[in-house]
């Protein structure tokens, strides 16, 4: 799978209450949460993102609740691919079961700066800033990981483990 | 193997685990709250099983926005209490319910040697009786629902040895803010932390619980407490169902292994806007506050109010501030009633609110308008957790937001007597 998009552009520690606030978790359905995604930390996100857009931001990205509405939230902003340093546990565990891109990559995310078109190749892990030329290559998946992703998330490949796919 | 080693071999069926290992781990315990069930629920139906894997298993508390705040959550709460009368799960309705963390372990129904897995952060609470407890998303939780089982990555372990005697004022919260401190958010990340250290021994359970619950505030995908004389009395007439105490082999491999003398701490404050933004109590300075909200999943405990009140007793709380005290559960509730804690709150002029995770969050209950700061006994100090997003929360001990709510600013417990 390849993505491509116009970057924004965070530092560290990225927490799910920024992502999307509590006030707004009496909702659950991805539409509406967009619509205050990243709202604590960048008031200008949900006027400015394009479908296909990535975000890059450096360490624990995502840190602090297990709440699924965060990467929900970010999914349904259009937000294509994030690529960080490294990702809060439960984020990363969320973002790749409801099928949300995620890439480490320490280099790409110290570099890469927003408005930056960057392009990111999931199984390889490479990752091109074609605004600078740039090549950076990202933490391969483990293997069970890139089978979770190739199936949809975690409740697809769970429907195919017990043979309950309709 | 470590403690958490030994209980993720034993639930994925296997003699040895190393870290970075993946396993298939049967889970004892399942739970999901009103904020995060409803996506659970969801996901859980486009499995396409019937059933839950076993409805004595499958915990839903209503604790985050109930009693409800409002219509949208109304429904959140009455989706989640139909799904568990459909599955016969456990479910705690209000007049039974309290904050999760607080009631689980109170109810008997996370043991020691457990997995348990919670679509909440904070359900690493549990990691003080002695179960690998770790938060996950709603449609993990879904999947631990309709399977009983869950993939996880065995976790390197840290261990944290504390030793010392702890001076008067310094609780089991400030032990782990100042753990924080050192480590930073990301400390642990990935990592079980295990407490250990003759400190820890003598802690109560109640101490214990504050530091497990806020592993995750370091990154931790557990913490873990082995099990003791303190563990087994706590259980003894609780316990539902029969539990195995596993312990870390006198060999055990650790990723590191930190040393810390508690008995040069002091009450540690986090400053806004990171848990590990932490300084001394000493080295605070003039921080005026508007509200002091004591409880949370971290400290709504019965040792917790009493530490409020010691505090607060024979003084009044400031004028220009609102302390806000919320039980964790009912029971706490009731043996605060029975103890004339509530009484002392109320004539110090605090409000007592019925369980819920609330103002914690910034759901209700105590929310913060813009430029106002709170001292909290909470876990988390992000960018508008309580409120507005230029208020700020800062977080302490119940002794030390019960002497700031009388202070009118952050204060000591010590300036009061």
Not at chain 1, 53 to 69: K, L, M, Q, Y
Not at chain 1, 72 to 77: C, F, G, M, V
Not at chain 2, 34 to 44: L, N, R
Request: aromatic residues 6%.
């Amino acid at each position: 799978m390849k993505l491509s998009g116009r970057v924004h552009r965070y530092g560290a520690n990225v927490d799910t209450d920024v992502i999307i606030p509590a006030r707004y978790l009496n909702m659950s359905d991805p539409a509406d949460l967009a619509n205050h995604c990243m709202e604590d930390i960048d008031g200008e996100f949900v006027k400015k993102v394009k479908p296909g857009d990535i975000i890059v931001a450096t360490a624990n990205f995502g840190c602090g609740s297990s709440r699924e509405h965060a990467p929900l939230a970010i999914k349904a902003s259009g937000i294509g691919c994030i690529i960080a340093t490294s990702f809060a546990r439960i984020f990363y565990r969320n973002a790749i079961n409801i099928g949300l891109p995620i890439l480490e990559c320490e280099e790409a995310a110290e570099d890469v700066k927003s408005g930056d078109q960057v392009e990111a190749e999931l199984a390889s892990g490479i990752i091109v800033n074609r605004t600078t030329g740039r090549t950076y290559r990202a933490k391969p998946y483990p293997e069970f990981m890139l089978e979770l992703i190739e199936s949809g998330g975690l409740v697809d490949y769970t429907q195919k483990k017990l043979g309950t796919a309709s | 193997m470590n403690l958490a080693e030994k209980i993720l071999a034993a639930h994925a069926g296997k003699d040895r685990v190393s870290p970075g290992e993946l396993v298939g781990v049967k889970v004892d315990v399942v739970l999901a709250n009103d904020v995060t069930a409803p996506i659970s629920i969801t996901e859980f139906r486009r499995i396409g099983v019937e059933r839950v894997f076993d409805p004595a298993r499958v915990i839903f508390v209503p604790d985050h926005f109930v009693p409800n705040k409002d219509i949208k959550a109304a429904e959140q709460a009455k989706l989640m209490r139909n799904f568990a009368r459909e599955q016969g799960t456990v479910y705690f309705e209000v007049g039974e319910m309290g904050i999760e963390h607080a009631l689980l372990p109170e109810k008997g129904l996370v043991l020691p040697g457990d997995v348990v897995v919670g679509a909440d952060s904070h359900t690493c609470t549990y990691g003080a009786l002695g179960a690998f407890a770790t938060g996950m998303g709603s449609t993990d939780v879904a999947v631990a629902m309709a399977t009983g089982e869950i993939w996880m990555r065995v976790p390197p372990s840290i261990k944290f040895i504390y030793k010392g005697t702890m001076p008067r004022w310094v609780t089991g919260k400030d032990v782990i803010l100042y753990t924080i401190g050192q480590i930073g958010v990301d400390g642990a990340l990935y990592a079980a932390m295990e407490f250990a250290g003759d400190a820890v021994e003598r802690m109560s359970m109640d101490a214990r619980l504050t530091m497990a619950n806020m592993a995750i505030e370091a990154g931790g995908k557990a913490g873990l407490f082995a099990v003791d004389d303190t563990t087994l009395s706590y259980v003894k007439g609780r316990a539902t169902r029969d539990f195995t105490v596993y312990r870390s082999d006198d060999d055990a491999e650790y990723a590191q292994v930190l040393e810390y003398d508690v008995s040069v701490l002091e009450p540690q404050v986090a400053f806004p806007h990171l848990p590990s933004n932490t300084r001394r109590i000493s080295e605070v300075g003039n921080i005026a506050v508007d509200q002091a909200v004591i409880g949370s999943c971290t400290n709504g405990r019965m040792e917790d109010l009493r530490l409020a009140v010691g505090v607060l007793r024979g003084h009044k709380v400031h004028p220009y501030v609102r302390c806000i005290v919320i039980p964790g559960t009912q029971a706490i509730y009731l043996q605060a009633l029975r103890e004339g804690l509530i009484e002392a709150f109320i004539e110090a002029g605090a409000v007592v609110s019925t369980p819920t995770c609330g103002p914690c969050l910034g759901g209700y209950m105590g929310i913060l308008a813009e430029g106002e700061r709170a001292i909290a006994t909470t876990n988390r100090n992000f960018v508008g957790r309580m409120g507005h997003p230029k208020s700020e929360v800062y977080l302490s001990s119940p002794a030390v937001a019960a002497a700031s709510a009388v202070l009118g600013r952050i204060g000591s417990p010590a300036e009061l007597l």
